[in-house]
């Protein structure tokens, strides 16, 4: 279980966290959704440190791990998640193998021989086979190259997996598909997931708890059945996609 409590975050003037409370149970899919820019990234970057919290504290089984500096834990939280970046970045100068294993030989002290079999094993996983692993990241498409980051991710055995928007920029078949990805790694690993999203089919379809971001706070957190009956306005108008409503676009440049 991770708990945040009152998690804020500021970028200089700019307040972007502001006190986020939520608890995410194990063995479970809780997706954040949220609009652009309202901090999602920043939310789950909290997570592993990849961005220092302006206050609040991050509890992972009861433990406090807000304020750990050690090299040692620090890198004992990023093989607790896994972090699917929103840019899937895979080292284009690596094959796929390469790729996958790349976080064996930095979190793990799994010996070099063992790499071949969990290549495979992690690329089985997530619907790909073996000989994929001798291909160049520009010889995949996009939705390989997504599940590629996902084997990378899952080699390390996280506990914990964060997604950031995992479908953005993949058409609706191929988001199905990695939103049904998901799900299967949840019942064949019992992984815990975090799933950053701001499509709505996919978050319906994977999520048991929603946690809705606005101006820094959640600002509702539930089952898909309780966004579906909510009448928060603000959650309603996400929910539908429509411009009418009390949620107004920032068009102009801040
Ligand atoms: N490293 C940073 N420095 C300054 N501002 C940042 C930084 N990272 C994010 N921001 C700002 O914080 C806000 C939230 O960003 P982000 O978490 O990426 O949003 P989201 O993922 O919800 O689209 C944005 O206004 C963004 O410009
Ligand atoms: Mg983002």
Redesign the pocket.
Known sequence: MIEIKNLHKN??E?K?LQGINLQIPDGKVTCIL??????????I?CLIRL?EPTSGHILVDGKDITHLNNEIRLAAIRRHFGYLF?EGALFDSMTVGENVSFGLKYLTHVPESEYPRIIKEKLALVGLQEDVAKLNPSELSGGMKKRVSLARVLAVNPKAILY?EPTTGLDPIMSDIISDLILDLKAKLHVTSVV?THDMNSAFKIADYIAF?YEGKILLYGTPDEFRKTDNPYVKQFVSGSSHGPIQMKLMK?
């Open positions: 970028f200089g700019k972007v949220g609009g652009s820019g309202c901090g999602k990234s920043t939310l970057k961005e929103q950031d950053i971001l801040e």
